[in-house]
């Protein structure tokens, strides 16, 4: 089976940096996305890894630690925005590219 | 970002009733189209992975016969809630990935089934 960890909630001002992990035990891993939804829309991609180490995009930088089962979503300069729900997801080989995901984390961004 | 369009986007209906989504890839021909259900504050749950021209898959827990998956064609894929019941109400997701589209899905707006 899979096993995907992320906390429930978080809460950063405005202007922080704030990181969100993500934990996850698979079988036949391929690779992890980060999702950002925001309440009652469907999910904006944001970051897609394969491979261990850290990707860079924006205000929004993605890690991964293939050997340690471990991501996590690195969001700077946080804005107002920035408030909703955020969700780690992983695909397996062979299973037709379907995401699993997380528990996904609540991310409130206060003044 | 390629579009997927989902419709309708929010349905209410009474109990009983079968309520069908369609799901649209509008610039690109989706080969897999998957299927999610959403309770609220939860994560997304897969329900099913749709093939053109082929079966659905469905996953373990989904009643199949419940959840009717039609994907007649590279662009359009649907979704029928048979006898809905309010239990069934929530938001329903579907995302779409292409022919050689090996990494990203992309979403659908989402609808949001209400049964009373």
């Known amino acids: 089976g899979q096993n995907i960890d992320q906390p429930t909630e978080m809460t950063a001002t405005e202007g922080a940096i704030v990181q969100i992990n993500c934990t996850y035990q698979t079988s036949g891993f391929n690779g992890l996305f980060w999702y950002q939804q925001h309440a009652g829309e469907a999910p904006t991609f944001l970051s897609y890894n394969v491979l261990d180490g850290l990707e860079e995009k924006g205000r929004f930088s993605s890690f991964l630690s293939r050997s340690k089962g471990y991501s996590y979503l690195l969001l700077k300069e946080l804005q107002m925005k920035d408030s909703a729900s955020y969700l780690c997801?992983?695909?397996?080989?062979?299973?037709?590219?379907?995401?699993?995901f997380g528990t996904g984390t609540q991310l409130k961004v206060e003044l | 970002g390629a579009v997927v369009s989902q419709h309708p986007s929010w349905v209410i209906c009474k109990s009983g009733t079968s309520v069908k989504i369609e799901c649209r890839s509008l610039d690109f021909q989706a080969t897999t189209m998957f299927w999610y259900r959403q309770f609220p504050k939860q994560s997304l749950m897969l329900m099913a992975t749709s093939n053109e021209g082929s079966k659905a898959t469905y996953e373990q827990g989904v009643e199949k016969d419940k959840f009717l998956i039609n994907h007649a064609s590279l662009t359009l894929s649907t979704l029928t809630v048979t006898s809905a019941h309010p239990e069934d109400s929530s938001f329903y997701i579907c995302s779409a990935r292409g022919t050689g589209r090996t990494t990203e899905a992309f979403f659908g707006q989402g609808t949001r089934l209400t049964v009373v």
């Open positions: 997801a992983v695909t397996r080989g062979g299973g037709g590219n379907k995401l699993t």
